[in-house]
T-cell receptor
């Protein structure tokens, strides 16, 4: 079945450091890919998405490119801030359906 | 309502008791999902409903878990004979047919003593 694998956390960075959180997926067909974020004390919310190969999703300085050849959707940010501290979830939804599968989540701590 | 509403926000129960968790999705959203978030376990898919189609129950961990959605709106997740390993945050989400984005509720924190 479909699945999503994320790098294990926690990831601890200093402010202004470069961030990469790896995500790979297994799916039949051509899924849409997502990153969701859960800030402390808040509910999950969509951060960005990409719906087809080579698409780049971006939001709040975060980017992720849909790489079909490597089945990956790595999340990147050039300069993290303390306010980016949160749990990040990679997810996929396959074509022809609504079922959305999430990865295990990666906790990010950003130190001032 | 403006967002996905879940109740109760916290539930403490004794092992062996049944519990019901409620989700009120965003009005007009045809898809409704239940997930379980356990410490260190990430977000586990349980079940989803789409319109009038049969629900996808492939994620329910045992036959103690069941869910229904009445009138295409409110959903109830029922856990029978609760066990300590059922302790987790149960999240509900909904989405519209036109948009793949999921809108999440604040969750129900279930503690089984």
């Amino acid at each position: 079945g479909d699945s999503v694998t994320q790098m294990e956390g926690p990831v601890t960075l200093s402010e202004e450091a470069f961030l990469t959180i790896n995500c790979t997926y297994t799916a039949t067909g051509y899924p849409s890919l997502f990153w969701y974020v859960q800030y402390p004390g808040e509910g999950l919310q969509l951060l960005l998405k990409a719906t087809k190969a080579d698409d780049k999703g971006s939001n709040k300085g975060f980017e992720a490119t849909y790489r079909k050849e490597t089945t990956s959707f790595h999340l990147e940010k050039g300069s993290v801030q303390v306010s980016d501290s949160a749990v990040y979830f990679c997810a996929l939804r396959n074509t022809g359906g609504f079922k959305t599968i999430f990865g295990a989540g990666t906790r990010l701590f950003v130190k001032a | 309502g403006a967002g996905v509403s879940q109740s109760p926000s916290n539930k403490v129960t004794e092992k062996g008791k049944d519990v019901e968790l409620r989700c009120d999705p965003i009005s007009g959203h045809t898809a409704l999902y239940w997930y379980r978030q356990s410490l260190g376990q990430g977000l586990e898919f349980l079940i989803y409903f789409q319109g009038n189609s049969a629900p996808d129950k492939s994620g329910l961990p045992s036959d103690r878990f069941s869910a229904e959605r009445t009138g295409g709106s409110v959903s109830t997740l029922t856990i029978q004979r609760t066990q300590q390993e059922d302790s987790a945050v149960y999240l509900c989400a909904s989405s519209s047919e036109a948009n793949e984005k999921l809108f999440f509720g604040s969750g129900t924190q279930l503690s089984v003593l």
